[in-house]
């Protein structure tokens, strides 16, 4: 009886031994498949913040791979520079998140030739800065970076440049571009309401530059019309072929302010509905500065100057109504009868170039009248030790109808009837006597007013700045 006693406890013990090392076999197996689970949930676990480590078109470090493990609300930065070159087609972004680049200066984002650039699905609020987006192509009316309906796409501090797409940028739905510039394209911007019913775009401080078209707003198809809208401000938009700078159909608004349309084959604004224009240049456009067919356009405070042929307003059916205060090279269509406006006046504006400011500009050149002013500010001390001071006398005297005598002095007389004459001497331009200042700052302000020619104007406003 205690032999059989004993016997079972051993095969008990026996037994318990066996299960516990079956147990933690099983154990040592599970780990190594549980920690790698781990890992790899850990490493695909969307993130807040992905910083992309390369430029390849996939894999680990990638913008590709980044906009997959983003997580909505999200934003992408870089460690990189350089151009992303895709290979497998476009980058859809169906999240709501911010890509921050580096600069566009820095860091491109090229399509191959092959594809679009950026996807943005519907619904999407998203926010794309500091990159170049170039070389993209795309089939139908899709472009380089394209919104589908109800989304809100930003765009700062890009470059668009030599995409082949139908258009550089196409929206659907709000979007916002700043402190940008869109060139080179085989077509500028296409704000496009009649399929999402409703799209508008602003445009702030950009450059709409050498593009097939400008900026094109359309709001009816063949399903009918929506409403769309186009806001211009301290912009400019020059050197577009085709369809002009600016164009709006029958139910798309336009404002344009403070910004600068010149150059553009196809005229400057064409306008079917509602359009603003305020403190703007209209120049050198071929065919028109403003053609209007439907509705009404107000106007203030805005320079007209028709390129070689043509006129500057253009009115079919429509309404214009002046604020004041603009210019026309011609007779404006005979519109301009507000307070202030002049017609059959030249502007005189300067090439388009860098006067200071984010674009382009065309610099309007001073009067003698405003010169004179400015000279009858300086003080007299100032005045009679200044080289830039002579150089302006000079210059006002080269570009007007003031007849010059050689004299061993330099003099500017005011005559009483009003016209200004300038004297300079056989020798090189020097300081002015005390007497000169002084015969100028008790100048009449009734000074008749010469333009100054082209040529001069802008070293004459860079000598006014530094006085």
Excluded: W
């Excluded at 566009?104 to 943005?120: E, K, R, T, W, Y």
């Excluded at 170039?134 to 899709?142: E, F, H, K, Q, Y």
């Amino acid at each position: 009886m205690t032999l059989k006693r004993s016997t079972n406890l051993t095969i008990r013990a026996h037994l318990l031994r066996g299960a516990f090392y079956v147990l933690l076999l099983l154990a040592l197996s599970i780990i190594p498949f549980a920690l790698a689970q781990r890992t790899t949930t850990k490493r695909n676990r969307p993130a807040t913040t992905i910083t992309v480590t390369n430029t390849n078109d996939g894999g680990p470090g990638s913008l590709r791979q980044a906009l997959s493990d983003i997580m909505d609300g999200g934003t992408i930065s870089f460690a990189v520079t350089g151009t992303i070159t895709l290979t497998s087609g476009e980058l859809l972004i169906d999240k709501n998140i911010t890509i921050s680049g580096p600069g566009a200066q820095s860091l491109a984002v090229d399509g191959n030739d092959n594809s679009p650039l950026f996807h943005i699905a519907s619904g999407q609020t998203v926010t794309i800065s500091g990159l170049t987006i170039t070389n993209g192509r795309a089939l139908g009316s899709d472009g380089a970076v394209y919104t589908d309906n109800a989304t809100t796409l930003t765009l700062s501090n890009c470059t668009i440049s030599n995409n082949s797409a139908a258009t550089a940028i196409y929206n659907q739905g709000d979007m916002q571009i700043s402190y940008s510039i869109v060139s080179g394209n085989g077509a500028g911007i296409s704000n496009d309401a009649h399929k999402s019913g409703s799209a508008t775009i602003e445009l702030n401080y950009s450059s709409i530059i050498g593009n097939g078209t400008g900026v094109q707003s359309v709001a009816c198809g063949h399903s009918g019309c929506a409403q769309a809208s186009v806001t211009v401000e301290n912009c400019t938009i020059s050197g577009n072929s085709g369809g002009g700078g600016i164009y709006g159909d029958a139910f798309s608004q336009l404002t344009i302010s403070n910004s600068t349309i010149s150059n553009n084959d196809g005229g400057a604004v064409y306008n079917n509905q509602a359009c603003v224009i305020n403190n703007s240049t209209l120049a050198e456009d071929s065919g028109y500065d403003i053609h209007n067919v439907g509705y009404v356009v107000a106007i203030r405070n805005t320079v007209l100057k028709i390129g070689p042929s043509g006129q500057t307003i253009v009115n079919l059916g429509g309404d214009i109504k002046s604020l004041g205060y603009s210019l026309s090279i011609d007779d404006g269509g005979g519109y301009l009868n507000g307070p202030g406006d002049q017609t059959y006046t030249d502007p005189l504006l300067g090439p388009l170039q860098d006067n200071g400011g984010p674009t382009l500009t065309h610099f309007r050149c001073p009067t003698v009248r405003r010169l004179t002013r400015a000279i009858q500010t300086l003080p007299r001390r100032r005045c009679a030790t200044s080289a830039a001071f002579a150089f302006i006398t000079y210059l006002v005297a080269a570009s007007t109808s003031v007849p010059l005598r050689h004299n061993r002095n330099h003099a500017v007389q005011l005559q009483h009837h009003g016209q200004l004459r300038i004297e300079k001497s056989r020798g090189r331009l020097g300081r002015l006597p005390n007497a000169f200042c002084q015969h100028v700052q008790q100048a009449p302000r009734d000074v008749k007013c010469f333009h100054l020619s082209p040529l001069v104007c802008a070293t004459v406003e860079t000598v006014l700045r530094a006085s």
